[in-house]
T-cell receptor, first 109, second 114 residues
Framework: AQRVTQPEKLLSVFKGAPVELKCNYS??????LFWYVQYSRQRLQLLLR??SRESIKGFTADLNKGETSFHLKKPFAQEEDSAMYYC???????????FGSGTKLNVKP | NAGVTQTPKFRVLKTGQSMTLLCAQD?????MYWYRQDPGMGLRLIHY???????AKGEVPDGYNVSRLKKQNFLLGLESAAPSQTSVYFC?????????????FGSGTQLSVL
């Protein structure tokens, strides 16, 4: 069965500390990987996607096919990074976007 | 260009009542989705549509029905609401079926079933 796991429900760090939000997946195909973010009182929006190999707001995510992981990282967390983060692996032609259970990031001053 | 618009934003129902949530997008997207968001469960796919006149079941379709009579609209219906359907509902759309295509989300509907 296709599964995506975000093991941490809540992650609290201090401003300036490194942060890593974990995402593991088990898919029969080769998925494309996305991270979506939901800031307080805002709608979900795309943060970054693996295929673009981009860094958005200081965040990066590396796809590790051996470990089937797509962890989201930022070297120095900011208070404005506090939000709910969802990992979403998409399999080509699958027509469906499945999301992990989400990790709430709380960056303390 | 409003993007994805959901109505209503809030609703309170009594058990057994029915209601319809409307999702409208003005981006000419083919694909539309309904999700529910619950604490600790993340986003779960209820139903989705790959084009006008077509719908399909997602992960948690029981108790819900959908219709896509027009390309720009995707309706989610609850025929007989239950307290377990208390949730935040999100609609989303995407342009194509390419796996690197991003989703555009609505602002959500907070539904409480008493």
């Amino acid at each position: 069965a296709q599964r995506v796991t975000q093991p941490e429900k809540l992650l609290s760090v201090f401003k300036g500390a490194p942060v890593e939000l974990k995402c593991n997946y088990s898919y029969s195909g080769s998925p494309e990987l996305f991270w979506y973010v939901q800031y307080s009182r805002q709608r979900l929006q795309l943060l970054l996607r693996h295929i673009s190999r981009e860094s958005i707001k200081g965040f990066t995510a590396d796809l590790n096919k051996g470990e089937t992981s797509f962890h989201l990282k930022k070297p120095f967390a900011q208070e404005e990074d506090s939000a709910m983060y969802y990992c979403a692996p998409i399999v080509y032609n699958f027509n469906k976007f499945y999301f992990g259970s989400g990790t709430k990031l709380n960056v303390k001053p | 260009n409003a993007g994805v618009t959901q109505t209503p934003k809030f609703r309170v129902l009594k058990t057994g009542q029915s209601m319809t949530l409307l999702c409208a997008q003005d981006m000419n997207h083919e694909y539309m989705y309904w999700y529910r968001q619950d604490p600790g469960m993340g986003l779960r796919l209820i139903h989705y549509s790959v084009g006008e006149g077509t719908t399909a079941k997602g992960e948690v379709p029981d108790g819900y029905n959908v219709s896509r009579l027009k390309k720009q609209n995707f309706l989610l219906g609850l025929e007989s609401a239950a307290p377990s359907q208390t949730s935040v509902y999100f609609c989303a759309s995407s342009y194509s079926r390419r796996s690197n295509e991003k989703l555009f989300f609505g602002s959500g509907t907070q539904l409480s079933v008493l």
